[in-house]
């Protein structure tokens, strides 16, 4: 669906969609499906700094690293909290 909005030209509704598919796989804890969404994110955010003016170009690179970030840690937590709850 994200990708979809994304080919529409609805960027801001692709990030709104998947910043509450990531909240919803957090508070659920399916940090395996917050890790995708969390790097799904990024790339979006990564597309959006090849098409921008320069000025905007270092916000969204910040915000591709973060992501990028946010994305390992929850890959990470996934086999944690898998391990701590069986």
């Given at each position: 669906?994200d ?25 659920e804890?399916?940090?395996?499906d917050?890790?995708?969404y969390?790097?799904?994110?990024s ?14 170009v270092?916000k ?12 390992d840690v ?13």
């Open positions: 669906m990708l979809a909005f994304h080919k529409a030209g609805k960027i801001s509704e692709a990030i709104k969609v998947l910043n509450q598919l990531t909240n919803n796989a957090i508070n804890h399916r940090f395996n917050a890790s995708y969390s790097w799904i994110l790339m979006q955010c990564l597309d959006l700094a090849r098409e921008s003016k320069a000025s905007k270092e969204y690179l910040v915000k591709f690293k973060d992501l990028q970030i946010k994305a929850y890959y990470a937590y996934h086999f944690i909290h898998r391990y701590i709850v069986s």
